[in-house]
């Protein structure tokens, strides 16, 4: 199975990547999580918004190396979880997933949580709101790839209904 999960940054996606992963594997099943911001290009061949380097464009992700790593993985695990802002804007991409996760949160939950990620130092608000702009203009899909469970990220997760969601056959 080939799970893809999309959000925002800071929405909780890893967190439910995560949470799947040992899900599964208490369930007896390998599985392979890949993280999308693994797949970025060098820094100097990242496209640049106001002369900095813009993490938040599909030009920064190596989508056909994400993809082939899919692949591969789903050759050799039960479960392969894929996730990141971008999960479902590259089309090629799209066509692997079997089940997909969204999950959403509002742009002042968005907002509160990216000023408490300190992890790059403090961003300048136009950064902030251009990642914001980025995630409705790359992150959220306009056609769904594959059957969707959208979560908030606001509450504690469902996990009975993502569980529900997994266990259900092709709709």
Same mark, same amino acid.
């Given at each position: 199975m080939?799970?893809? #999960?999309?959000?925002?940054?800071?929405?909780?996606?890893?967190?439910?990547?995560?949470?799947?992963?040992?899900?599964?594997?208490?369930?007896?099943? +390998?599985v392979?999580?890949?993280?999308?911001?693994?797949?970025a $290009?060098?820094?100097s061949?990242?496209?640049? /918004?106001?002369?900095?380097?813009d993490?938040?464009?599909?030009? +920064? #992700?190596?989508?056909?190396r994400?993809?082939e790593?899919? /692949?591969?993985?789903s050759?050799?695990?039960d479960v392969?979880?894929?996730?990141?802002?971008?999960? !479902?804007?590259d089309?090629?991409?799209?066509?692997?997933?079997?089940?997909? !996760?969204?999950?959403? #949160?509002?742009?002042?939950? $968005?907002?509160?949580?990216?000023?408490a990620?300190?992890?790059w130092?403090?961003e300048?608000e136009?950064?902030?709101?251009? #990642?914001?702009?980025?995630?409705?203009?790359y992150?959220?899909? /306009?056609?769904?790839?594959?059957?969707?469970l959208?979560? +908030?990220?606001?509450v504690r997760?469902?996990?009975?209904?993502?569980?529900?969601?997994?266990?259900?056959?092709?709709?």
């Amino acid at each position: 199975m080939i799970i893809g #999960i999309g959000g925002v940054s800071r929405a909780g996606k890893t967190k439910l990547a995560r949470r799947l992963q040992k899900y599964f594997r208490q369930q007896g099943r +390998s599985v392979r999580l890949l993280h999308q911001d693994e797949f970025a $290009f060098p820094e100097s061949e990242i496209p640049k /918004v106001k002369g900095r380097v813009d993490w938040e464009h599909p030009g +920064s #992700i190596d989508f056909s190396r994400f993809r082939e790593s899919i /692949v591969k993985a789903s050759q050799q695990y039960d479960v392969v979880i894929a996730e990141g802002l971008m999960a !479902f804007c590259d089309e090629e991409t799209n066509r692997l997933y079997e089940k997909c !996760f969204f999950v959403e #949160i509002s742009k002042p939950t $968005f907002l509160r949580r990216k000023a408490a990620d300190q992890r790059w130092g403090e961003e300048p608000e136009w950064y902030v709101e251009h #990642i914001w702009e980025s995630y409705l203009k790359y992150g959220v899909p /306009v056609e769904w790839p594959a059957p969707v469970l959208r979560l +908030s990220g606001e509450v504690r997760l469902d996990w009975e209904a993502a569980i529900r969601f997994l266990e259900k056959g092709p709709e």
